[in-house]
């Protein structure tokens, strides 16, 4: 089987297009079209079909579709084996959730690519429980999430970034004299208990036997602070990292005498295939200075 022929059918699969695929490969969709049918009549069965002006995976597609990827991955990572061992090439797979995202991937991507430009990086956003999942099933090499609250696995790594405590968050304009008196009384826009830090504001909250006037509840720290910025409530939050230009009108207030707090850092399977690509992100992790 011509790997060139299986790229081609999942590119084409992907992205519901033939003419996108064609783009993408720097091919003419009649080449593109062609690799496809060539992979068809090998293993013998319509690997997609045709609706309109796009198109999808047959069922038989569907089931070859994620081995057509972790076949691809694999030719990758055997090319990058036989390189010279001074240099890094492949695909490095990463995840990260929104906030990280935005204020720290760009940063140390950047960083990596300029290092090592033959690496080819692919990145998926999502929430930490979720991407955990796919790094260890495979599916991910690391991801930059917030620290489960249970004990990880001898099989995936650890590396601590960042600490991030709770705090009450204001409006930029009101003045605090008691946490607990503002948390009591001022309308309460709840973190997401499904979440690491909602889970951890919910215990502080109950612990202190604090009850509060809940307006919502809802996941998105960006979402919550553009909410308390225009006055509609005030939040209880870990104190999170901003992207570069983050400039809602807010204040933060600490909380006196707790040691409430979520834990950010890079989660890695230690039986990746790409490890030398994980170790090299690992480093720029660890050098990394706090700042966005």
């Known amino acids: 089987m011509d790997s060139r022929y299986l790229q081609s059918f999942v590119y084409v699969a992907e992205l519901g297009s033939i003419a996108e695929a064609a783009r993408r490969l720097d091919l003419t969709p009649a080449a593109v079209g062609q690799r496809v049918k060539l992979l068809e009549e090998e293993l013998g069965m319509r690997l997609i079909q045709r609706s309109g002006r796009t198109v999808s995976a047959t069922p ?31 695909e490095l797979r990463l995840g990260a959730t929104p906030t990280l995202m935005t204020a720290l991937i760009p940063r140390l991507v950047s960083t990596l690519l300029g290092e090592h430009p033959q690496v080819d990086i ?9 991407l955990y999942s796919k790094v260890l099933d495979g599916e991910l090499d690391a991801a930059l999430i917030i620290r489960p609250l249970f004990d990880l696995p001898k099989s995936c790594g650890w590396h601590t970034m960042r600490e991030e405590p709770l705090v009450l968050l204001t409006p930029e304009s009101m003045q605090v004299s008691d946490v607990r008196v503002t948390l009591e009384t001022e309308p309460f826009l709840r973190y997401d208990r499904t979440t690491v830090g909602g889970r951890i504001a919910d215990d502080y909250l109950r612990q202190q036997g604090i009850k509060t006037h809940q307006r919502c509840e809802l996941d998105g720290l960006d979402a919550l602070a553009a909410l308390v910025s225009r006055g509609l409530g005030v939040s209880l939050v870990p ?30 399977s230690r039986a990746s295939a790409r490890i030398r690509l994980v170790e090299s992100f690992l480093q720029l992790a660890q050098d990394w200075d706090g700042k966005p």
């Open 60 to 90: 038989a597609g569907a089931r070859i579709l994620e081995r057509g990827r972790k076949v691809l991955r694999d030719i990758r990572d055997l090319r990058a084996d036989v390189v010279d061992d001074a240099s890094l090439s492949g």
């Open 122 to 130: 692919y990145l998926e956003p999502g929430n930490s429980v979720a």
């Open 239 to 268: 104190h999170w990292l901003s992207a570069p230009g983050y400039n809602v009108p807010l204040a933060r207030w600490p909380l006196r005498g707790s040691r409430a707090k979520r834990v950010v850092g890079m989660v890695w």
